[in-house]
Each structure stands twice: as C-alpha cells, then as structure tokens.
C-alpha cells in the first residue's frame, strides 16, 4: 500500500474563500479604472466561474453576455492588460487582510508540516496572488511551507484539465497514490482525478455547494477548528476535523 506524503492543495475556493469578495471586487476595479460600464454581481459571476483563469473569464464573459463591445484592434493585448490591472486590485485587497483563510487552513498546514507531509500548490491563479495570499493571511514565511507552487499559465491547460495537479506531481517527484488533493469546485475535482490522485477531499463554498462532488473521498463545508465539527457532505460520517489522523485513515481507505 501506497504511504501518504503531501497534501496539494487548489488556492481559491480551498485555502481562502477568495471569490466573491476578492477576485470578483478586483475584476469591477479593474473595468471601472478603463472606463469600462462592465459590472460582474455576485451572481453572474458565479455564472463566469464555470471558465476557470481570469484571463479566459474575461474572454468568455465578452463572448457570451457582451457581444455588443466593440473590441480594440489587438484584443489579446486589451485582456492582458485589463487582467494586469485587475491582478493589482486584487493583490492590493489582499494586503488589506480583507481575504482571511478558510477554517481549520492554517491548523491542518501547521499540522502536516509538523508531521513531516509534504506541502504543494496546485491552482489556477496567478502566481503573486497565491504569494500575496499567503504572505498576508498566514505570515512572510509561508510561501515556504510549500515545496512547489504550480499556479496560471505556468501549465498550458487550465483546470478541469489535470495539467496543473501532473505539473505539481512531477515537481514533487511523487506518484498520485502518494498524496491528498484539496479542492473546492467540481473542475478543480476533475483536474486532480485526471491526473491520477484518487484521495480527493472537497470543502464546498456558496458558489461550488450544489456541483457534483460524487467521485471526491470526502465532501465538508470546511477543514473544522477543535469545538467545530465539519459538516460531512459525503465520506464517513464519523469525521469530525480534517486533521492528519484522519487524512491518513481516508488514504488508507482509498488506497486499500
Ligand atoms: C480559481 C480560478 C482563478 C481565479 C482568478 O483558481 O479559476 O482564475 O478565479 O484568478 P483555483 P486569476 O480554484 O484553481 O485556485 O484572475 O489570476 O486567474
Ligand atoms: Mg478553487
């Protein structure tokens, strides 16, 4: 049987709940800054999130809710300049400890290094949004908790393709068997399963609660803190933190 030896984790959604209020709010930054009348609420954007990477919501948000938008001459150029700007808000918002980090994050992170688990990141967004991420919701030296941050355009498919969670993988230099992913959306699931990892667990968020999480291991609405038991979605019942006791029994289930 396969040992446990790292925990991959996604960014957005799993370590800080960082859409609605965060990347949201810096994308209408962004617009209002070009002068564009472009406003996402809080449910279109939910609609947006079923593009994963800034710059392709952008795109698909022209192609399917503003045809009308007359498009400059070099629109690659438009939208990277326009996701440069809204990278700024959004890291900017992020130094304002606006963006905390999800229940039961720092605890289990604390917990595994102590515990000699590797630690990787495996996610969509831009790289300096997960280095200001972690910088100001969990201190200048947590950047360096993980051996390798796999993060945007570093992998040429975005999630749900499994580029990303392989690129971490191959870093780490270990099998899928080896190691937890954790994620919070129905691609992000998808990515890691694709890339082999079976031991998939899923704390769900206001905009990823009612997606498909039917092939994950466990399914919780948050890591939990001692004296807050997780709400076990899907999994055995008899959870009641994510801690590394209990991520060891889960692999050792998925695993045989
Ligand atoms: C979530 C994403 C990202 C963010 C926005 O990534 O799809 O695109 O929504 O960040 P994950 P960028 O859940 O894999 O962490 O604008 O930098 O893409
Ligand atoms: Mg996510």
């Not at 609605?20 to 800054?33: I, Q, S, T, Y």
């Not at 007359?70 to 990278?87: C, G, I, N, W, Y």
């Amino acid at each position: 049987m396969s040992q446990l030896k790292a925990l991959v984790f996604d960014v957005d959604g799993t370590l800080a709940d960082t859409e609605r209020d965060g990347h949201r709010v810096a994308f209408n930054a962004a617009f209002a800054e070009a002068g564009l009348d472009w406003h996402w609420s809080v449910e279109l954007y939910g609609e947006l999130l079923s593009v994963t990477g800034g710059k392709e919501r952008i795109r698909y948000y022209l192609d399917r809710y503003n045809s009308a938008f007359q498009r400059p001459e070099d629109f690659d150029a438009f939208v990277a300049e326009l996701h440069k700007s809204k990278t700024h808000h959004y890291t900017q918002l992020l130094s304002e400890g606006r963006i905390p980090l999800r229940s039961g994050v720092l605890r289990l992170l604390t917990e595994a290094r102590a515990a000699g688990l590797r630690l990787a990141i495996a996610t969509t967004t831009t790289p300096a949004n997960v280095s200001a991420l972690l910088r100001y919701s969990a201190g200048d030296d947590a950047e360096d908790w993980f051996e390798v941050i796999a993060a945007g355009d570093i992998v040429p498919a975005k999630k749900p393709a499994p580029d990303i969670f392989v690129y971490a993988l191959e870093a780490l230099g270990l099998p899928p068997s080896s190691v937890i992913a954790f994620e919070d959306s129905a691609h992000g699931l998808r990515s890691a399963l694709d890339a082999g990892i079976e031991a998939v667990v899923v704390t769900v968020n206001d905009y990823t609660r009612q997606q498909d999480f039917s092939d994950a291991a466990l399914v919780v609405d948050q890591l939990g803190e001692p004296g807050t038991p997780v709400e076990v979605i899907k999994g055995p019942d008899t959870v009641e933190i994510v801690d590394v006791n209990a991520l060891r029994k889960l692999h050792a289930r998925v695993h045989g």
